[in-house]
């Protein structure tokens, strides 16, 4: 049900794979730099967590270490130089048929090594540390993407392009992004405001707070997160909890309306938009993943928040 959720994998593998795969990254690490820096400008970018990586080139070889960020490589016009993914990268179609390397929690070092990336495009917040870390070490440049806003996507757009070489496909997408929010936003400008749990995990029951990008659409379609002042940016909540809060709507992302109300656990049965007929089910390939692609899943939001709305007059 979520996309780009984190889950539990197999260990990382042992010191003699590791050793292997370091043999690996010095023989390309040499050769890519041999073969690249007597013919092309270097570039520099600012990844979302503040590290400074600079590429003697622009990058011709990508790994991609989550679906969202598989998305954005192909919407900043780098699809072509993708060589591998994580295991959950299934869009666009010519994604599945690259290389995996791994899940998001568990990565297999010596396949990514392997692949002889240029660079490796990470999940800020999703990617534990110490793999990319050791990635790191073994001299393979990581840049980390986080997007909080509408605005971060854009910018991550433009930033992967600057990576690729990728420029003019990168700037007419982003562009073209802002504009398909902006029209969001003034559209559903003044609309009355529904105060909204949004499901994003049954067993535990998780949400978002206000820092989530979910959160960010929401507040584009007039709603308000009930929980936007949790202090975790993925909160597990008790059935008291919302129960509590006794939202207008719930939302979730799963196939189908019917279905998101039988997904909702006994303990919620109870509540008054259930009751109502107020639960929202939106995409979880578009809503659920920091891409692009989330401006489909916001104006499906909007639109069925709205539907809630007429019902509600």
């Not at 390309?28 to 979302?48: E, G, K, L, N, P």
Request: hydrophobic fraction near 45%.
């Amino acid at each position: 049900m979520v996309a780009d959720r984190i889950i539990s994998g197999r260990q990382p593998p042992g010191a003699a794979r590791w050793r292997r795969a370091g043999s690996l990254a010095a023989a390309w690490v040499t050769a890519v730099c041999h073969a690249t820096a007597a013919h092309a400008a270097s570039v520099t970018v600012t990844d979302d967590l503040g590290a400074t990586v600079t590429l003697p080139a622009p990058a011709r070889r990508l790994v991609s270490l989550a679906p969202h960020l598989t998305e954005l490589l192909f919407a900043a016009g780098a699809g072509e130089y993708v060589v591998g993914t994580d295991d959950a990268s299934d869009f666009p179609v010519a994604a599945r048929r690259l290389p995996h390397v791994g899940s998001s929690s568990a990565l297999d070092h010596e396949r990514l090594v392997a692949l002889r990336p240029d660079l490796v495009v990470a999940w800020g917040s999703g990617n534990p540390p110490r793999l990319l870390a050791h990635l790191q070490r073994l001299g393979v440049p990581v840049f980390r993407v986080e997007a909080r806003r509408f605005d971060d996507v854009a910018a991550s757009l433009r930033k992967l392009g600057q990576l690729a070489g990728t420029r003019p496909q990168a700037q007419a997408r982003a562009e073209a992004f802002d504009n398909e929010v902006q029209a969001l936003r003034t559209r559903y400008a003044g609309r009355t405001p529904l105060r909204t749990f949004h499901a994003i995990w049954m067993q535990p029951l998780m949400t978002v707070n206000g820092e989530h990008l979910i959160s960010q659409a929401l507040e584009l379609c007039g709603a308000r997160n009930v929980f936007a002042g949790a202090r975790a940016l993925t909160p597990q909540v008790g059935a008291e909890d919302v129960l509590a809060a006794d939202p207008d709507v719930v939302t979730m992302s799963t196939p189908g309306d019917g279905a998101a109300t039988a997904q909702l656990p006994r303990s919620l049965q109870g509540l008054r938009a259930v009751r109502d007929g107020a639960v929202v089910a939106v995409s979880p390939d578009t809503l659920h993943r920091a891409s692009d692609r989330i401006v489909q899943g916001a104006r499906e939001l909007c639109e069925k928040l709205d539907t809630v709305r007429q019902r509600r007059r």
